[in-house]
């Protein structure tokens, strides 16, 4: 089976540094990706790794150690609009194609 | 250029009714999936469609169903509805098969449903 867990829910501080860890068991592996989902609002695509490392994209960095079956979202200056949960995604061969499977997501709050 | 379309985005049923979602991808996509979101399970894996075909099904029971048609738009069917289905049912669009080389996955604003 598949499992993804991360944390429920975190809260930070404006301006402050977070990070979302994400540790999965899988039958396969073919990525993990991150989402950030504001409340009431569809998922949109954060970031993709597929190799052991650090992935930067602005404000936000991806790391991931396949070894490990871990990963984390790094969040840097957090800002209230980051107020959002964040869903960890594994994408696994399944007969002959492919199946995302998310977590829980966890609810990031950002205070002043 | 437009984003995924789901239609109805809010809609309440009774209980044994039938319910039919529908999905219009972004232009030129291929492949769609459905999730459903839950407070308690969140985002569980429906199945997925690229090309008319269904690639892949996750586990839910045999009254969940979907089908795509030529022009890339999809719709998936509840019967026999239950409490436990209620709901915000997720359609994804991507280019190719769970999101291909780039791994992103464009979803749209979700069906609430509600099962009374």
């Known amino acids: 089976g598949q499992n993804i867990d991360q944390p429920t829910e975190m809260t930070a501080t404006e301006g402050a540094i977070v990070q979302i860890n994400c540790t999965y068991q899988t039958s396969g592996f073919n990525g993990l990706f991150w989402y950030q989902q504001h409340a009431g609002e569809a998922p949109t695509f954060l970031s993709y790794?597929?190799?052991?490392g650090l992935e930067e994209k602005g404000r936000f960095s991806s790391f991931l150690s396949r070894s490990k079956g871990y990963s984390y979202l790094l969040l840097k200056e957090l800002q209230m609009k980051d107020s959002a949960s964040y869903l960890c995604?594994?994408?696994?061969?399944?007969?002959?194609?492919?199946?995302?499977?998310f977590g829980k997501g966890t609810k990031l709050s950002v205070i002043p | 250029k437009a984003g995924v379309t789901q239609t109805p985005r809010y809609l309440i049923k009774t209980r044994g009714q039938q319910v039919t979602l529908s999905c219009s991808p972004i232009?030129?996509?291929?492949?769609v999936s459905w999730y459903q979101q839950t407070p308690g399970q969140g985002l569980q894996f429906l199945f997925e469609y690229f090309s008319e075909t269904q690639r892949n099904k996750g586990n839910f029971p045999g009254r969940f169903s979907g089908r795509q048609f030529s022009n890339s738009r999809s719709e998936m069917n509840v019967s026999t509805l239950e409490l436990g289905d209620s709901a915000l049912y997720l359609c994804a669009s991507s280019l190719d098969v769970s999101g291909g080389a780039s791994g992103e996955l464009f979803f749209g604003e979700g069906s609430r449903l509600t099962v009374l």
């Open positions: 790794n597929v190799l052991d």
């Open positions: 232009s030129g996509h291929r492949s």
């Open positions: 995604a594994v994408r696994s061969p399944d007969g002959g194609s492919y199946q995302l499977t």
